[in-house]
């Protein structure tokens, strides 16, 4: 791997995202968490992460932060995801698979409308 | 689980819970000696000599949320059924390592999986973590390669910047897809 040129590379990769990053800073935070307990990854909690940072790349975008936490207790309904929008209420997500990821991440942390059909009532 | 990359997964974020600093991950697949280990060392808070031969039984965790722990049993079970073992060395306020081998050709050994993805997930949940990802490939006439990640000089480059700036994830997600693609073309050859 020609590691200097790599860091040459991301040095201008990240001068190009922080242009772009100050022109959308206006729309708000939005944080996706993924639970990535031992339930979590054994119902295909990482390939859930995968599709959200897929999205994120592919769509271009901005302020999207992805965390994990642990097993929130409904292991049943993992793979779980929640996400927040600037200081709204936090959605919890059950069976996210990663088509269902994609919606979320389309409809909801794009477009701003929670997904309804999987929405955990708690 | 189907696949050694989510046990690794699994084990780091062990590592994580216990307030680590500093996360290694090795796997290293060796054709000659038909060996496969992988391993997870960290610097978190370690476990006293009961609470290590606890962690062993699938009905002992430190979660609160249900009384089976399982990550580190399925581990084990994985790696016996393959020919192999697992082996865990901590220390209190040390830190700790859990190491997996499983014989490389056994019908049983589940396969390697998606280790860039792994990799990824954990970098960028965790940045105030110090991650390492080492993937080392030795063929059937033992010529060794390897992929060495270490992501000090790329948080000194990144600066604040968060890893999840879609330019700055698509570098990111290349680096360690292409690092460990190499190799991983090896082990069929």
Redesign the interface.
């Known amino acids: 791997?020609p590691?200097i040129k790599?860091?040459e590379?991301?040095?201008r990769?990240?001068e190009?995202?922080?242009q772009?990053?100050k022109v959308k800073a206006a729309a708000g935070n939005v944080q996706v968490i993924?639970a990535?307990?031992?339930c979590g990854?054994?119902a295909g909690a990482?390939?859930t992460?995968?599709s959200v940072?897929n999205f994120?790349?592919t769509?271009?975008?901005?302020d999207?932060?992805?965390?994990?936490t642990?097993?929130?207790?409904l292991?049943e309904q993992e793979p779980i995801l929640q996400v927040v929008v600037g200081e709204g209420p936090k959605v919890v997500y059950g069976k996210v698979t990663v088509e269902v990821a994609e919606q979320i991440m389309k409809q909801h942390v794009q477009n701003g409308t929670p997904l309804k059909d999987h929405v955990l009532p708690i | 689980?189907r696949e050694i990359?989510?046990h690794l997964?699994?084990i780091a974020?062990n590592s994580v819970?216990a307030q680590s600093q500093s996360i290694r991950i090795e796997v290293i697949e060796n054709l000659q000696s038909d060996l496969l280990s992988v391993s997870v060392t960290d610097d978190g808070r370690g476990m006293d000599e009961k609470t290590a031969r606890r962690v062993l039984d699938p009905f002992y965790t430190t979660?609160t949320?249900?009384k089976v722990?399982?990550?580190i049993p399925?581990l084990k079970l994985a790696a016996e059924m393959s020919g192999g073992g697992l082996s865990l060395v901590t220390e209190p306020g040390k830190g700790t390592k859990v190491e997996a081998t499983f014989r490389h050709s056994h019908i049983d050994r589940m396969p390697l999986g998606?280790l860039s993805?792994?990799f990824?997930?954990l970098l960028?949940?965790?940045p105030h973590i110090h991650w390492s990802f080492i993937y080392q490939v030795t063929s059937k006439d033992g010529l060794s390669n390897s992929?060495n990640f270490d992501d000090v000089?790329?948080k000194k480059?990144?600066?604040d910047?968060?890893m999840?700036?879609?330019?700055?994830?698509?570098?990111v997600?290349g680096?360690l897809e292409?690092?460990v693609g190499a190799l991983a073309l090896q082990t069929v050859i």
């Open positions: 791997m590691a790599s860091l590379e991301l040095k990769v990240r190009e995202a922080l772009k990053k993924v990535m307990g031992t990854i054994a990482r390939d992460m995968k940072l994120i790349e769509n271009n975008l901005s999207v932060s992805v965390t994990q642990g097993c929130i207790g292991c | 689980m990359a989510l997964l699994d974020e819970a979660r949320t249900r722990g399982l990550g399925l998606d993805a792994t990824l997930g960028v949940s965790y992929f000089e790329l480059v990144l600066g910047m968060p999840t700036e879609p330019e700055i994830l698509k570098f997600r680096m292409e690092g």
